[in-house]
């Protein structure tokens, strides 16, 4: 029973192995899957040591020649090349074989670029995944990431992108509404996310007006806005500048709830600008002289 | 006291262990021939020359500390040019040798680097490497076979503090 089930198991790694390598005493399959249970093939008599040796794996056996030396699942599991021989052998046998990754991906190294970012940048985000597998190699056939960039409520764009020597790029735009965007990429059933934070652009238009206050003007600007709508963050900071004949005053004044507001001396023709970042806004001139 | 023929045989015998020694001191130094391939596109993010020299200066430094950590069976030597997933497998491939008395001495002989991936935010590269190499494996300090290998590897590499390091390392199936 137990010889049959051996014969069994034997015949079922023989029909694994495709092709096969010889030289002289000993046959090899060319190629073995990582993690899969193959056999090396001996021929001769007496003891021997097989090795079986490559980069980063060397696996070392006692054993007769001529019988069927088996390996289990696991005992190969890093992709590259090995060279199989038995040690003190006058004749030298030797094979190479490739142990080649498996083709089911199991982890992801995914990269996402920036975290932070402002909104309707055209190819603004960048996706960089390596595709690995089980053992943590390379998966160097072409295999297909889906990349997902999905914000609130907006439409997601998905785009496929098959794998070159393990690894897939894209770039991505950034959304026009603020808020956080998933970005995701998918090979096979690993999905690997990434959060990015899309934050409002630069001010695209402003507009103050002023009311005076007793000896002051009282100067507020409307909600200052993105190209896009979006409200600008508090904090930005707005510069309201006053010129009259005798000088001129500056005051800065960060964002609250959208809105930016200060007093300034009501100088009888005085001209009042107000600026944020790259953006001017309207002019406002005081009083009755020109 | 010893003979004339004797003094001449151990003269002799000198003179081989001192050209021996030259030699060995020869060999050990030799350095690998390298070619580059040119690289035109290497994906979405423009290769600049000192980028480019940088990177296979490294690449091939790293070639030289796996070849002197295997040798003296020193894993931390690794630390210098290589991290992540490929300075643990060879970390692990360095102290499983040293459990079974197995040691492997390899000599890089000629390199043809092409790089062919720069990401797009600069923080990965990745070369393939048409090596030519001698390796030869030892039992228990006796020489079991010695071999020239030509393999194709597939490099990954990422930028640390001070250079380049190897982050990924693997042969491609021929």
Redesign the interface.
């Known amino acids: 029973m137990k010889n049959g089930f051996a014969f069994v198991l034997g015949g079922a790694l023989l029909i694994g192995q495709a092709a096969l390598a010889q030289s002289g005493n000993l046959t090899v399959p060319r190629?073995v899957e990582a993690g899969s249970a193959f056999t090396v093939r001996t021929s001769g008599a007496g003891k021997a040591?097989l090795?079986i040796?490559?980069?980063?794996?060397?696996l070392?056996r006692d054993i007769q020649l001529g019988e069927t030396v088996p390996f289990a699942a696991g005992d190969l599991h890093?992709?590259?090349?090995y060279?199989a021989?038995i040690?003190?052998e006058p004749t030298?046998d030797?094979a190479?074989f490739?142990?080649?990754t498996s083709q089911e991906p199991a982890a992801l190294s995914f990269?996402a670029?920036p975290s932070r970012l402002p909104v309707d940048l055209h190819d603004g985000i960048?996706g960089?995944v390596?595709v690995?597998d089980i053992y943590?190699?390379?998966v160097?056939e072409p295999t297909s990431v889906l990349f997902q960039l999905s914000a609130n409520g907006g439409t997601a764009q998905n785009r496929t992108v098959i794998t070159?020597?393990?690894?897939a790029?894209i770039?991505m735009n950034s959304a026009s509404k603020v808020g956080a965007a998933r970005f995701v990429a998918r090979a096979g059933n690993v999905i690997g996310t990434r959060v990015i934070q899309q934050v409002p652009g630069e001010p695209c238009a402003l507009r103050m007006n002023a009311r005076p206050s007793g000896q002051q003007l009282t100067l507020e600007t409307e909600p200052v806005r993105d190209c896009s709508g979006n409200a600008a963050p508090d904090g930005t900071i707005v510069t309201f500048t006053e010129t009259y004949s005798d000088g001129e005053a500056t005051v800065d004044v960060p964002l609250k709830r959208g809105i930016a507001r200060t007093e300034l001396p009501a100088h009888d023709g005085a001209t009042i600008s107000v600026a944020t970042g790259v953006v001017m806004g309207n002019e406002i001139h005081w009083g009755s002289a020109r | 006291m010893k003979t004339i023929v004797q003094r001449c045989a151990i003269r002799q015998l000198s003179l081989v262990a001192c050209s021996l020694l030259i030699a060995a001191s020869v060999l050990g130094s030799e350095q690998p021939t390298v070619h580059v391939e040119p690289t035109d596109a290497v994906g979405p993010r423009t290769l600049e020359k000192q980028t480019e020299t940088g990177v296979i200066r490294d690449y091939l430094q790293a070639w030289r500390t796996l070849s002197n950590a295997f040798d003296q069976n020193r894993s931390d030597l690794l630390d210098q040019y290589f991290v992540g997933a490929a300075k643990d497998k060879l970390t692990d491939a360095i102290r499983d040798r040293a459990k079974v008395g197995i040691q492997t001495r390899y000599s890089d002989k000629a390199h043809d680097l092409q790089l062919v991936f720069y990401s797009p935010e600069g923080l990965s590269i990745q070369l393939m490497d048409t090596v030519d190499y001698d390796v030869q494996v030892l039992d228990h300090d006796k020489i079991q076979a010695a071999q020239h290998v030509h393999a194709r590897y597939v490099a990954v590499l990422t930028p640390t503090e001070v250079r380049w390091k190897v982050r990924v390392f693997q042969a491609e199936p021929k």
């Open positions: 190629t040591v090795y040796v490559g980069l980063t794996q060397v070392r890093d992709a590259g090349h060279l021989f040690g003190g030298s030797n190479f490739d142990v080649t990269l670029k960048s960089v390596y690995f943590q190699n390379l160097l070159r020597n393990g690894v790029w770039k």
